[in-house]
């Protein structure tokens, strides 16, 4: 609330400089163009004077000139009116105080940009829907266990990678953009519940989710894939049950060099998810 206020004062002040130019142009109108000239220059020394000096010296400045300028104006013998001496002293400290106060206020908004950068950085490395680390992570993730498993000297680490896919997620997202930030929700509820607390959850974007499993025994793999299938076989969309693509890859040293990052590794586990695909629809016409 403080800060609505405080954004509508600001704005308050803009819209004060902009109503005192245009009366400060207007008054200049008023008198021959030698003198708007004269009334112009002034405006645009004290505007460029209050956005590029430092505000202690615009303040000596403000000061210095006025007594100068009162001197020569005021009581000096010059050969005009009074208004237009008036309309000449006042034009650059006005527009000046006005630039320097404009410049402090707005100097405040910063911390706009500095949260834009901010909220640009937790989006890259966590997804807001689904609460799972990104691909970004994921990848920084895969790279360093790869390190450790080609620098074992005993070759006994390794690491399964796993991918699961929405079926028909980018219609679902397309046609339903609630149901489908619903149902990854819910996916990744029965991921977090369901799988070990030692594997990696990820969320690769385009209702694809990714699991990396340390040191797993084959036995124990199994057992969680078939504990997460049907969990999410209990899962419904607008009264259907969503349909999976499953991939997977066991990752160890002989392998390794064969998938040195994690896109390698996907493009692998992509063909493993439409075999799988595939072989559902054959079960479920059966």
Same mark, same amino acid.
């Given at each position: ?7 509508e ?6 819209? &004060?400089?902009?109503?005192?130019i ?8 008023? /008198? ?7 009334i ?24 210095g &000139? ?7 104006l ?10 237009l ?12 105080s ?24 937790y989006?890259?490395? /966590? ?10 992570n994921?990848a ?6 790869i390190?450790?498993?080609k620098?074992?000297?005993?070759g006994? #680490?390794?690491?399964?990678?796993t991918a ?7 219609? &679902?997202?397309?046609?339903?953009a ?13 991921l ?5 607390p ?23 793999? +199994?057992?969680?894939?078939? #504990?997460?299938? +049907? ?16 991939g ?12 040195p990052? &994690? ?12 075999? +799988?695909?595939v ?6 016409? +059966?």
């Open positions: 609330m403080k800060q609505r206020h405080a954004l004062f600001d704005l308050f002040i803009l819209f &004060l400089m902009g109503t005192l245009a009366v400060m142009m207007w008054w200049a109108g008023l /008198y021959s163009v030698n003198a708007s000239t004269a112009l220059v002034m405006m645009i020394l004290g505007m460029a004077t209050g956005l590029l000096i430092p505000s202690i010296l615009v303040t000596w400045l403000i000061i &000139l006025t007594t100068i300028g009162c001197a020569i005021l009581f000096g013998y010059v050969v005009m009116p009074f208004s001496k008036l309309a000449l002293l006042l034009a650059f400290p006005i527009c000046a006005f630039d320097v106060i404009s410049r402090h206020r707005l100097a405040r908004w910063l911390w706009i940009d500095r949260d834009r950068q901010a909220v640009e950085s989006v890259e490395h /966590y997804d807001p829907v689904t609460k799972l680390l990104t691909k970004y994921a920084k993730r895969y790279a360093k266990e390190k450790f498993i620098d074992d000297p005993q006994n #680490l390794s690491m399964y990678v699961i896919h929405l079926a028909h997620g980018n219609q &679902l997202r397309q046609f339903h609630h149901e489908y930030d619903r149902t990854v929700k819910e996916i990744a509820a029965v977090k519940k369901y799988r070990r030692s594997e990696a959850l990820f969320y690769m974007g385009n209702a694809t989710f990714l699991i990396i499993s340390y040191n797993f025994s084959r036995e124990a793999y +199994d057992y969680q894939n078939h #504990l997460t299938r +049907d969990h999410l076989a209990d899962l419904k969309i607008m009264g259907s049950t969503p349909q999976f693509k499953w997977a890859k066991r990752v160890d040293r002989k392998s390794a060099a064969a998938f990052e &994690l896109h390698d590794v996907m493009r692998h586990i992509g063909r493993d998810m439409e075999t +799988d695909l072989v559902e629809y054959l079960k479920e016409d +059966d």
